[in-house]
């Protein structure tokens, strides 16, 4: 991932925040490298990361792919009717297109890391500027491996870059491994 941000999406109400969401659902936004990751490598890892064969007890919480070309959605839909098939469940994901994403506030961004103030703090020093901060791919990247996605092995090629430091490595270090076991 190069980058993710926490927000808003598939509504129509104007500015809408946590406490006025309107009819919006609580989303993610993915920036990734197609070099590196594929539209559907990034599908599979949605549909293992939820249920979505249950349905949303309101439209905060719907489960949603927001498509930015034909191309996704007809990859998002094989995929529905894929995972479907195999799980032998009706899937209430909706696949809508993309209609615009909303920033949602300072205190939804990189949950995983404000788990481990040592780091985040290490890192908003990097980063003071909240555009900057959340835009971050090392800040991306350290809240990803806290969230239990990568391997230690990655991890230990790419520490070196994302401007942690001796400390802040080796707490990163220790958490990745000791989750890993």
Avoid: C
């Avoid at 939820?50 to 995929?79: D, I």
């Avoid at 949950?111 to 020093?125: G, Y």
């Avoid at 959340?134 to 994302?162: F, H, K, M, P, W």
């Amino acid at each position: 991932m190069l980058r993710t941000r926490v927000g808003y999406a598939g509504g129509t109400t104007q500015n809408p925040t946590y406490g006025s969401l309107g009819d919006h659902s609580e989303t993610i936004q993915i920036e990734y490298d197609p070099a590196v990751i594929s539209y559907s490598a990034l599908l599979d890892v949605f549909w293992g990361s939820h249920r979505p064969t249950r349905p949303a007890w309101s439209r905060q919480y719907a489960s949603a792919v927001f498509y930015h070309n034909e191309e996704q959605k007809r990859l998002a839909l094989e995929g529905k009717v894929r995972h479907e098939a195999n799980l032998g469940q009706k899937i209430y994901t909706d696949i809508a297109p993309f209609t615009g994403f909303h920033l949602a506030e300072d205190y939804h961004q990189k949950h995983q890391l404000r788990r481990v103030p040592e780091l985040e703090r290490e890192l908003r020093a990097i980063y003071p500027e909240l555009g900057d901060f959340v835009g971050s791919t090392a800040v991306t990247r350290v809240n990803g491996y806290l969230g239990g996605y990568g391997t230690l092995e990655r991890l230990q090629t790419e520490i070196e870059d994302l401007g942690l430091s001796v400390a802040g490595r080796k707490l990163l270090l220790d958490i990745v491994a000791a989750s890993r076991r």
